[in-house]
């Protein structure tokens, strides 16, 4: 016995409600989830760095720096400041600046942070490097009426900014550049630090 054209209907459109429910599970599923993306070279090549040791600031980890063959004006020795309980601040020259902020047991600072981006309305973005703990981004200050504006307005508003977490002994850390951003060659050199910024080894 023969299939009617309306059961035939009916069944492919149940096959291709169950196909997208399907598709849309998996994708659900791999939300949380981003995979490395990057316009910028951050390789494991530490020549131009040296470790410090965070111990004796109260953070039990350690973080490899520019040191003074990096180019970037840097002093020999980094200004390590800790002027609250949860907040630190390690500077190198007048141009390398990075702040570290203990955020306890709160483990969602990036993804929050490409909310705040995302939902901004001042700047463009553009992410040049993106995981689930670090992300180095482009912005660019956008120009209102700017068909009226002279071609030159606004490329002087362009920015470079790093922002990281890293989980250390159960705390999250987070670490970023200044509010008002930096070169994209020292953005480079910051988001290596922060990829470098580990537990110590305890021997």
């Known amino acids: 016995m023969g299939y009617s054209n309306s059961h035939i209907v009916r069944f492919s459109c149940l096959g291709i409600l169950l ?3 399907i598709v849309g599970l998996n994708s659900c599923g791999n ?3 981003t995979k490395e993306q990057s316009t910028i070279k951050l390789d494991e090549d530490y020549y131009e760095f040296r470790g410090i040791s ?3 600031y109260d953070i039990p980890a ?3 720096l520019p040191d003074e063959t990096a180019n970037i004006g840097a002093s020999t020795r980094p200004e390590i400041d800790h002027p609250d309980s949860f907040l630190w601040s390690i500077t190198l020259g007048a141009k390398f600046k990075l702040y570290i902020e ?3 047991d709160y483990r969602n600072r990036v993804s929050n942070k490409k909310k705040e981006l995302k ?3 001042l700047f463009k973005i553009n992410y040049l490097f993106q995981s689930n703990d670090l992300i180095v981004y482009e912005r660019t200050l956008i120009v209102r009426g700017s068909k009226q504006a ?3 307005v606004g490329i002087e508003h362009k920015s470079f900014h790093v922002y990281g977490q890293k989980i250390i002994d159960g705390i999250t850390y987070e670490l970023r550049s200044k509010d008002e951003g930096c070169s994209k060659n020292i953005a480079v050199l910051m988001a290596k630090s922060i990829k470098s910024f580990k537990a110590l080894e305890i021997r």
């Open 19 to 21: 196909l997208f429910s």
């Open 31 to 33: 939300e949380d989830e």
């Open 54 to 56: 965070l111990q004796q």
């Open 62 to 64: 350690m973080i490899m």
């Open 102 to 104: 203990d955020f306890g």
């Open 119 to 121: 939902e901004q309305t």
């Open 150 to 152: 002279s071609p030159s």
